[in-house]
Structure formats: structure tokens, C-alpha cells
């Protein structure tokens, strides 16, 4: 497929993107200036609930940052977020900041690009899909093979290139449902890396009809990166269908004004778009014929993206066809699912679950950092460690401990929160290819990556909510790092105050589970306990 030039520049910009300051469209005051939209009274309250809620919508927009300011507050993160760099370098060679002392939670737009970035390969997920269909006497269609969706033969070489052998779970089910005539529409829920993007890239590449030079299919994703990731896999799909073309809304892609785009498809963030179907007129909604709605989840996570989404939706005629995928499926994100696809097909894959079998647990006491350290040199001494990944509070702890295993000859790579999102992703691929046998982070990395080679994890911070106490899932997360594949694992947790100590308890108690104490200074005992 041939993709518009723009694409060379946006990976430019990609690239650049932690150096550059974006450019953005201007807007005049007043937001989107809509002809009969109400303004909002300051005390006001507006009821989401109701059958009016696209007017809503503009009501509480009308009061909401405009979508060039929202994005301008990504520009101040962004920007404070450099302000806030010292010159000094981390032992990566990366800069560390002087906001040292924070934990570190990313954003879920961030932590789905990182995993993007650092997947191989589909996740296996042994669960069941669930299927609610709106039609309950239609047939059920599941199909075993990706000929049996009859694809154009170019894009059945686009599929099979990419190394998809068989349509993964979710898709099994979803891809019929997305291809069906007369169309249907489809909330699809199933955890990240199961196939979703992969799916509906195809159902798009699928629906277009190149002859016709205008959009045809427009998607809309949470940021900017998360667009470009998904328009990399439309191209790799379609490489073989040169006569359908991709376009991107992001920021910083301007067209001169007058333009109608001829791009079939329009990958986007819910701003541009909107700036493109209303200001600009580069796309008419009305000729849009499927639209797809990704990470609803991180969609209305993201401030103005859900309203921006409703108002997108409501340029769009009633025939076309809607998808919505999200990774998560809380209440918040099923109510905003369910106002933007009326009557829809509901296909759910539960995320397996995470499970402690195969790791063995211990604690260790110690009084404070520095005699946690020497219980992790013992450790080190006493076991023939792989990989371990140790986890720590703050970006100051993580950042301290690194140079201290440093000097003790260890390969270390440090992953914390201040690093952009592909510096992680080098980081974590390095640490993955062997390169470094220990990786010290803090909360950044508690989830979605798979190295094999991971026999410890150590919690030298035992991880805590906002109230202090403990947080199950995090931990959970955090050792399930290790005793993958499985391999098994152990985890060792550093307990250095009573409250340490009530936080394992509590730790214990959840998950019904007695975590015993290790001497590391008994290296008999402890080589006795790990080979057990
Ligand atoms: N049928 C398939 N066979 C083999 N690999 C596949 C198949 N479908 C997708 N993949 C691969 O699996 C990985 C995850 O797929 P994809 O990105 O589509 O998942 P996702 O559910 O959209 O994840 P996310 O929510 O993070 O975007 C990718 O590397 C993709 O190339």
C-alpha cells in the first residue's frame, strides 16, 4: 500500500518527538463555534445520563478546555517534564530528573504504547470468548482460518506476510461480525495484545473501496504515538493494496484549506479529527461508512477525548457502521461503549488470570536501605540469579540502588518513570536480550512484560496505595514478572518497619497465603530453601 507522504514525516516527528515542541492548529476563542450551541451556566450541572446527551456534550464542552488547549496541556506536561530535567545522567546514560522523590505511575495512554512497542507476539489467553449478540436467532459465526473470510486475495497476502498463521481468539469471532453485510455494529473487549488492532486494521483495509477517492473508514485513537502504531499496521496489512491510501490526523499535520482528503482511510486523535470534519471540512463525515473508536478506556481516561469522541459520533450517519475496542471494561468505560454504538454486538474475553503457583515467596528483614542492600548482595552471593528485576518506591531509590549494584560489578538497567516512552521500550528490549541481568524500576514496569529469563523479583519497597496500605494488585503484578512460561520463580520481599510488616500480613491474608522469612545471611539455608 502506498501511504501518503505524510507518513515519512510523522515518523520524523516520532522520533524527535521528546525534542520538538509540537505544532498545533490554532482555534478561534470559543471552541468549535458549532451554529446553536448552548453555553453552560458556571454551577450548572450536566446530566450524561440523559437521552439528550449529545446535547450535553456541547453544553460541557462549551465550559471544557477547547481541544487545542487540551492538547496544549500535554505540551506543558511535556515541557515541565524537561523543565524538570538535571544535565546529570542515569546509568543508562539517560537524564535523570530532579523529581526524584515521586512514584512512578504511568498513564494508561503511555503504558499501552510501551507495550505496543514491546510486544513479539499475540498473548495466549486460554479463557473463553463471550459472545452477546443484539440479533440472538442470527447465526453465531466463528471462523478457524482466514480464507474463510473470503479477503481479497491482496490482502490475504498482507495478513499471511505479517506472519498470521490463524485468526487469534478474539478476532475468531470478531472478524466475521466487523465483515458482515448488511454491517453490524460491535464493542469488543479482550486485554491488550489479544489481536484487537490487528482486526479491525483488516476490517478496514476489508470495507474500503479504493475506486473511491475519499474516507471511507475513520478511526480515532487516544494520542497521537498510539495513532502511528496503529497506521503501521494498516500499511504493513495493506502493502499489498496500492491503490488504498491512509492519511493521519495528528497534530502538527497540516493541509492547506480547501482540501478534500482522498485518503480512504483516517487514522486520528479525537481533536484534529474533529478540527478536520468540522473546521476544516477535509473529511466529510457523512461519507463515512465505518468508524472505529480504539482504547475506549484510555479514550475517556484522557480529558476532553470523550466528549470530542460524542461529537465525532454525531456528524456520523446513522448507517455507519460502528466498532469500539477497549482493553478494560469498567462501568465508566460501558456507559460512554454504549452511547457511542447503539444496539451493539458485545464479543468479551476475560484477561487470564495472574497466579502465584508456580513463585515461592519469602521476606527478608532488614532495618533499613542500606542493610536491604546487603540482604540483596547475600541474595546475589548465595543464587545462581538469571535475571531479576527488583522493584522500588521511588525514582531516588531506583536511582541510588542502581549505582550501588553497579559498583558491586552488576549489569544493571535502570527503567523509571522519567524516561520517555521509547527509551523505556530500549531499556526493556536490552534487559529482554540479556544485556543486563538486573533491571531496577519502580511501578513503571509492574505489568505486561514477558522476559523468560526472570527467576527473582524483589520488592525492596513493599508496594503501597495512596492510604499506605497494602496494594494487592500491584503486587500481584509485580511477581508475576517471574515464574512465567512455566518456569519457576521466587520473589523476596524486604520488610524494614512494623509497618513493612503489617503490609506483608495484610499481603498474606489476601491472597490466603503464608509468606515465610529467609535469613540471606544463611546462605546454607537459603540455597537449601531455593532448590527446594
Ligand atoms: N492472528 C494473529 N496471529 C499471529 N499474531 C497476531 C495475530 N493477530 C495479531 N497478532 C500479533 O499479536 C500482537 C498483538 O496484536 P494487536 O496489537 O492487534 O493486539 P491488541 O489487542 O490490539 O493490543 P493493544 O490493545 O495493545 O493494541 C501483535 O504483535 C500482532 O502483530
Redesign the pocket.
Known amino acids: 500500500m502506498l501511504s501518503s507522504a505524510w507518513c515519512l514525516q510523522t515518523r520524523c516527528l516520532w522520533v524527535t518527538r521528546a525534542l520538538k515542541a509540537p505544532v498545533f492548529p490554532t482555534r478561534p476563542e470559543g471552541g468549535l463555534g458549532v451554529a446553536g450551541q448552548q453555553r453552560k451556566q458556571p454551577g450548572s450541572c450536566v446530566n450524561m445520563s440523559e437521552d439528550s446527551w449529545a446535547v450535553s456534550v456541547d453544553v460541557q464542552e462549551a465550559t471544557a478546555p477547547s481541544a487545542s488547549s487540551a492538547q496544549f496541556d500535554i505540551s506543558k506536561k511535556t515541557s515541565r517534564t524537561r523543565s524538570s530535567l538535571s544535565t546529570r545522567g542515569d546509568i543508562n546514560g539517560n537524564i535523570v530528573p530532579r523529581d526524584v522523590e515521586r512514584g512512578d505511575e504511568p498513564g494508561p495512554a503511555d503504558q ?1 504504547l510501551l ?2 512497542m514491546i ?5 495466549r489467553n486460554r479463557n473463553e470468548v463471550e459472545v452477546l449478540q443484539r440479533d440472538p436467532n442470527s447465526p453465531l459465526y466463528s471462523v478457524k482460518s482466514f480464507e474463510d473470510l473470503r479477503l481479497k486475495p491482496e490482502l490475504l497476502s498482507g495478513v499471511y506476510n ?7 481468539r478474539i ?1 475468531e469471532n470478531a472478524l466475521p461480525m466487523m465483515l458482515a453485510q448488511p454491517p453490524l455494529n460491535l464493542i469488543a473487549q ?1 486485554q ?8 479491525f486494521s483488516l476490517a478496514m483495509l476489508s470495507h474500503v473501496n479504493p475506486a473511491n477517492k475519499w474516507p471511507q473508514c475513520l478511526c480515532i485513537s487516544p494520542t497521537y504515538e498510539l495513532a502511528l502504531q496503529i497506521g503501521q ?1 494498516i500499511e504493513q496489512m495493506g502493502k499489498f493494496c496500492p491503490d488504498v491510501k491512509l492519511a493521519y490526523a495528528i497534530r502538527g499535520n497540516r493541509m492547506e484549506r480547501g482540501t478534500k482528503l482522498q485518503q480512504q482511510i483516517v487514522i486520528g486523535t479525537p481533536g484534529t479529527v474533529l478540527d478536520w470534519c468540522i473546521k476544516y471540512k477535509f473529511i466529510d463525515p457523512k461519507k463515512i461508512t465505518m468508524f472505529v473508536l480504539d ?1 475506549a478506556d484510555v479514550m475517556i481516561a484522557t480529558q476532553g477525548h470523550r466528549d470530542q469522541s460524542f461529537r465525532i459520533h454525531r456528524q456520523l450517519t446513522k448507517d455507519c457502521q460502528m466498532l469500539l475496542f477497549s ?1 478494560t471494561f469498567e462501568d465508566s468505560v460501558w456507559g460512554f461503549a454504549k452511547k457511542v454504538i447503539p444496539d451493539p454486538n458485545i464479543i468479551r474475553l476475560r484477561r487470564e488470570e495472574e497466579t502465584l503457583d508456580t513463585i515461592k515467596q519469602y521476606y527478608v528483614v532488614c532495618r533499613e536501605e542500606e542493610d536491604k542492600f546487603t540482604a540483596l548482595c547475600n541474595l546475589y552471593g548465595g543464587l545462581t540469579i538469571a535475571q531479576a528485576i527488583i522493584f522500588c518506591r521511588t525514582r531516588k531509590t531506583a536511582a541510588w540502588l542502581s549505582v550501588n549494584m553497579v559498583k558491586e560489578g552488576h549489569q544493571v538497567a535502570l527503567l523509571s518513570g522519567e524516561l520517555a516512552v521509547e527509551q523505556r521500550a530500549a531499556v526493556i528490549e536490552r534487559y529482554r536480550n540479556g544485556m543486563e541481568k538486573v533491571l531496577v524500576t519502580t511501578n513503571v514496569c509492574s505489568r505486561g512484560i514477558d522476559v523468560e529469563q526472570v527467576s527473582l523479583v524483589v520488592n525492596f519497597d513493599l508496594p503501597v496505595d495512596i492510604d499506605g496500605n497494602a496494594d494487592n494488585e500491584t503486587y500481584l503484578h509485580r511477581i508475576g514478572r517471574t515464574g512465567r512460561f512455566g518456569k519457576r520463580g521466587f520473589a523476596v520481599n524486604m520488610v524494614d518497619s512494623e509497618h513493612g510488616m503489617d503490609i506483608l500480613r495484610q499481603i498474606e491474608i489476601h491472597f490466603n497465603r503464608s509468606i515465610p522469612k529467609l535469613d540471606p545471611s544463611d546462605t546454607a539455608a537459603m540455597e537449601k530453601e531455593f532448590n527446594r
Open positions: 499501552s507495550h505496543k510486544r513479539r507476539s499475540l498473548v505479517m506472519g498470521f498463521n490463524r485468526p487469534s478476532q479482550a491488550s495484545g489479544t489481536g484487537k488492532t490487528a482486526a499496521v482504547e482493553a
